[in-house]
């Protein structure tokens, strides 16, 4: 019998999707991507070298799987074909036996950017063309990849013998009892339809959208899992209940390249003493920028430093509602290392009352300020560690009281970027 695992992200994205994607591909035979653009950016770090994709889907690394980019996507291919030539000169050779494009996706084309440029600043978009692709899909006036294959252009011919009918080759492959790990882009409460609109990005990130973004039935999905981070994030614009420090202050900040090129390795050390001493007097914005520095929150595909902020409990349990999550997979719990008190958002207040669903309306949802309760941090490195009871215990009492309030399981614990840094505590995979 064949398994179809969604993986969505269950946050606002950026929430390493990427790695877990390359660490359940072992036994995956077709791993497929089915919604967004290059404003997506997925990170893997595999032995000691590290890949940063935005348009290509993670297994790629293994190259005996097959990739799939759905029909749901958006493809500037310019970008497609560069990300390919640079897996090339790595020495990993692509070819038609391991990425398919599906003929139905849209192509972004140079109008789309220079929309987005002139009109995406408001709600902080990556400028790459997204929405106005979309928007040209909607309304039946946009270009498939079908015709712009016909092009006399070195994009066109890199990529043409790469495009197929995906959604038959799908579907042969689960008559034929194979894998599939369908990967998602962003996250639910960037969702078109369900996430902080007008704040969000313009397709469909939750789990119902690998469905149309691929062209699968909804009964071939076997199980739909989320990735979500110790802490949450958020890139551009919108309303940010745990935000710690302002969005003004954030967009402030160097990205850390530029910090490590100012500074020098010495004064990075001096400057994450600072902000931890800092963070631990209770000081917001500096358990943010602490959260951000640990963390290497700045954007894969733009480079921005990433709003930072405590869980989310009620936007959690929205993400679970709508995408009917099996379990979470927790990442970078060991960004929390050095911090004596960590914090989860378990309620908004609004108005003098209490809520505990996640409000729909944007403009309730900037208005709410969050109800914490606290625990206690730990001052452990975390990185080498392999099995969950020798987490130190103020770790562990994080997880099992998330997984608590979550009323779903925790099946992965992630501590690192590598694959080695995985803690499996429930398989529900493959």
């Known amino acids: 019998m064949s398994k179809v695992i969604v993986i969505v992200g269950g946050q606002w994205g950026d929430c390493g999707k990427g790695k877990i994607v390359d660490f359940l591909t072992e036994k995956a035979d077709i791993i497929a991507r089915y919604a967004g653009g290059n404003n997506a950016g997925h990170t893997v770090v595999v032995e000691d070298q590290t890949f940063k994709f935005h348009l290509i889907p993670s297994g790629i690394i293994h190259q005996d799987k097959l990739n799939i980019i759905g029909n749901g996507t958006v493809i500037d291919p310019d970008v497609l074909a560069k990300e390919i030539e640079q897996l090339e000169s790595r020495n990993i050779q692509i070819s038609d036996k391991n990425l398919n494009i599906s003929t139905n996706a849209h192509i972004i084309q140079p109008k789309h950017v220079e929309e987005d440029t002139a009109t995406g600043e408001k ?97 071939k999905i076997n199980s739909v899992h989320a990735i979500m981070k110790a802490y949450i994030t958020r890139v551009g614009a919108g309303p940010f209940p745990t935000e710690l420090g302002t969005e003004e202050d954030t967009n402030k900040e160097d990205s850390y390249q530029d910090l490590r090129k100012e500074l020098g390795e010495e004064g990075i050390k001096h400057l994450r003493r600072r ?143 590598k694959r080695s840094q995985t803690i499996i505590r429930e398989d529900m995979f493959f």
């Open 275 to 417: 902000v931890v001493t800092k963070a631990n007097e209770d000081d917001s914005y500096n358990q943010g920028r602490w959260l951000r520095m640990n963390g290497m929150e700045y954007g894969t595909t733009t480079g921005r430093a990433r709003r930072t902020g405590w869980f989310d409990l009620v936007g959690a349990h929205y993400a679970i509602k709508i995408n009917g999550l099996d379990s979470i997979v927790i990442t970078k719990l060991d960004v929390f290392t050095g911090l004596k008190k960590i914090k989860i958002c378990t309620a908004y207040e609004f108005n003098g009352k209490k809520l505990t669903s996640y409000p729909t309306n944007t403009n309730i949802l900037k208005n709410c300020s969050p109800v914490y309760e606290e625990h206690e941090g730990w001052t452990q490195d975390l990185t080498e560690i392999t099995d969950f009871n020798e987490l130190p215990q103020a770790a562990q009492n994080y997880i099992k009281r998330l997984e608590q309030l979550l009323k779903v399981p925790i099946s992965i614990v992630s501590i690192g970027p």
């Open 123 to 219: 709600i902080g978009t990556t400028k790459r063309g997204i929405g106005p692709c979309y928007k040209d899909k909607i309304v039946r006036t946009g270009m498939r990849m079908s015709e712009f294959i016909k092009k006399d252009t070195s994009a066109a011919k890199k990529l043409k013998p790469l495009v197929k009918d995906t959604y038959l080759i799908l579907n042969n492959a689960l008559e034929q009892d194979k894998n599939l790990l369908i990967e998602g882009a962003q996250g639910t409460l960037l969702d078109i339809d369900h996430g902080t609109y007008p704040f969000v990005t313009s397709s469909n990130p939750t789990a119902g959208g690998a469905c149309t973004g691929l062209g699968i039935g909804p009964t």
